[in-house]
């Protein structure tokens, strides 16, 4: 017995050894520092293995306007990550009978069309076909008001629904609004008590609750987008996502969540293995994020100009976690380097180069640009020393130019290559390249 127990504290000792020669802080160090200095993320990374934080590392600033820089306590928006917590909750209620998975929603919401068909499962997996209300045309009208649940739900009847339910899957917003509400009647207590009772307060999350505080002692993040530099964004009101999407934490909360839950510490191994049970690449508040021959699980989210990112890897015993309050770079692009990163994988850290290219030469460069079998054309304009790109019915898009007619809008991952030799643009998205010709 005594020398298996050495055996083993040996073995693990040698693992944690190999794991921590393999994964360079330092380097990744670097990466986040130069993703900072060219204006392209502000945020923070918190990585973990074997359920203990091995890195954390927060760069940009929490509010520019008071010059406050971030730290590895500053708190951001988690967007829809916020809906796995809920998942959580709601299979909580499951496990303590206060609720069934097939328990139709007529019995809280016998207004929305439907009501009779939709399970609490539905909701869960986004298979309900309830529209989102994010997707309303004048969402952005009202997202920034308080709203009542009898409001909500008047809004989101009117929003209607996209197909029957349980016949395919979508995401919507709507389900876990909906979801909140359910747990407030069952419980008869605010979402906000409910989330801190059963997740928050057990697990000690010290930088982790629901709603903006709005003060700027509370280190909060005000969050940010780039238009010839950072310009703040407003916040919708927490009462509106719910919670879908108004949860407030930082990565090392979300790294010391993810391995509660994933090792049962929340729920039981049997609520956890629904949850990670996909229908139409659909959990229960969970995605497949698996990289490579790494199979994970988790959530992204985002909302006002926050992202966030949660993965859990179980064969590699690794959890990771990043949230930002100000990105002009494809999020992808970054949580791929962190992966690799915590897999102690080989990775190249980009240089960005600024090009300075002359007003005529971009001048020549403007125009309509249209593509065979394409529904919509590429305008480009010029403004000053720089062009932005617009496709049919998008906003405009502020282009870097990267090289010689070479231009890219990082946040998106496009990359658009001028030939004006013989008016041609190819355009590079997602792996797919596309030739334009101007008209």
Known sequence: MKFKLIASCLSLCIATTTFSQSFDSKKLDHYLETLENHNKFMGSVAISK???????????????????????????????????FTAVLVLKAVEQKKVNL?????????????????????????SSGIGSLTDNADYLSWHAQPKSEKEIVEIITKTGTDFEPNTKSAYSNSNYVLLSYILEHIYKKKYSEILTANIIKPLQLKNTYFGHS???????????????????????HASVPMGAGAIQSNPADL??????????????????????????????????????????IGHDGAIDGYKSMFTNFENDKISYAITSNATNYKLDLIT????KAALGQAYEIPEFKAINIKPEELEALTGTYAAE????????????????????????????????????????????????ETKGMILKQSGREIEFKKE
């Open 255 to 296: 790294v010391k969540f993810s391995d509660a839950l994933f090792n049962g510490k929340i729920i039981s191994k049997e609520s956890i293995s629904k949850m990670k049970t996909l229908k139409n690449n659909y959990g229960l508040g969970l995605f497949d994020y698996s990289f490579e021959n790494h199979p994970g």
């Open 373 to 420: 079998g394409m529904p919509f054309k590429i305008t480009i304009t010029r403004q000053e020393n720089t062009i932005s790109a617009q496709a049919t019915g998008q906003s405009p898009l502020p282009l870097e130019a990267i090289d010689n007619n070479i231009f890219t809008f990082d946040k998106a991952g496009i990359q658009l290559t001028f030939k004006p």
């Open 214 to 236: 709005q003060s700027v002692t509370n280190h909060e993040a005000v969050s940010y987008t780039f238009s010839n530099g950072w310009n703040p964004h407003a916040n919708t």
């Open 102 to 126: 097939n328990t139709t929603i007529d019995k809280f919401f016998p207004e929305l069309p439907n009501a009779k068909k939709i399970t609490v499962e539905n909701l869960l997996n986004h």
């Open 50 to 84: 074997n359920n203990e934080i091995i890195y954390t590392k927060t760069v940009g600033f929490q509010n520019i306007e008071n010059k406050i820089k971030a730290d590895n306590n500053t708190i951001y928006s988690i967007g829809s990550i916020s809906k796995t």
């Open 336 to 339: 791929d380097i962190v992966v």
